[in-house]
């Protein structure tokens, strides 16, 4: 009930983002009466490999129904970058939208990224004149 649920690298999760055959580290003691019964203290699901990131890349192409794009990253390939209710998009100091991301635009993307999934949920775009 009171168990801390954390990601691969211990960012905060929930029981929401397990799926079945996810490898679980976890952290407690046995109870007393029943040896079968664990009483949590922390639960990693270490299939979860998701942390915060700093992404640069160019635009592959955009969905703007799914609020998402496909960016070509320096590092690391093709990433699905999913724009949130919250995420911040600027140019410079100027706020912007999803209709300024477009094909062939260079940006800066932060927020979490999914490693397995090849996915980054935005917290910030930063679009580069």
Known sequence: KDAKIVRQYWGASNVTEFSVG?????????????SFLVHAKTVRNVSIQAKHGI??????????AANSFV??????????????AD???????????????Q?????LVRGIWNKTLAKIQAILIDIKK
């Open 22 to 34: 996810d490898i679980v580290n976890v952290h407690g003691y046995l109870d007393v009466s029943n």
């Open 55 to 64: 992404f640069k890349g160019t635009v592959e192409s955009v969905d703007a």
């Open 71 to 84: 960016m070509k990253t320096e590092e690391r390939g093709s990433q699905t970058v999913n724009i949130m």
């Open 87 to 101: 995420t911040k998009i600027t140019t410079g100091t100027t706020t912007a939208t999803i209709s300024n991301i």
């Open 103 to 107: 094909v062939g635009t260079k940006l």
